[in-house]
């Protein structure tokens, strides 16, 4: 089984930032589209923000221009920089590494927006 390792999330304020990392094993991260997925309570899982591995970032309508992601070659790892949160971002934030025929999961990390 593969394993993705997320850290980072927490608790923060309205308009507040948390910045979210995953490591993934280097065979994978190397030939993987790497993304970042949440799940709000009560709601499906959906999509953030996902990067090439060409480093070509994409990002779901309603964080366009807040959140950032990126890659790190050198430590197989994938970062979520989040800014401007708002209450609505409360969730689990789940890393995800997915190519051709596969996909792999984090086990997710809380980010609670609230004052």
């Known amino acids: 089984q593969v394993r993705l390792v997320e850290s980072g999330g927490g608790l923060v304020q309205p308009g507040g930032s948390l910045r979210l990392s995953c490591v993934a094993p280097?065979?994978?991260?190397?030939?993987?589209?790497m993304g970042w997925y949440r799940q709000a309570p009560g709601k499906e899982r959906e999509l953030v923000a996902t990067v090439t591995v060409g480093g070509r970032p994409d990002y779901a309508d309603f964080v366009k221009g807040r959140f950032t992601i990126s890659k790190d070659n050198a430590k197989n790892t994938v970062n979520l920089q989040m800014n401007g949160l708002k209450p609505g971002g409360t969730a689990v934030y789940y890393c995800?590494?997915?190519?051709?025929?596969?996909?792999?999961w984090g086990r997710g990390n809380q980010g609670t927006v609230s004052s």
């Open positions: 280097a065979d994978i991260f190397a030939i993987s589209i």
């Open positions: 995800n590494s997915m190519g051709r025929d596969y996909g792999f």
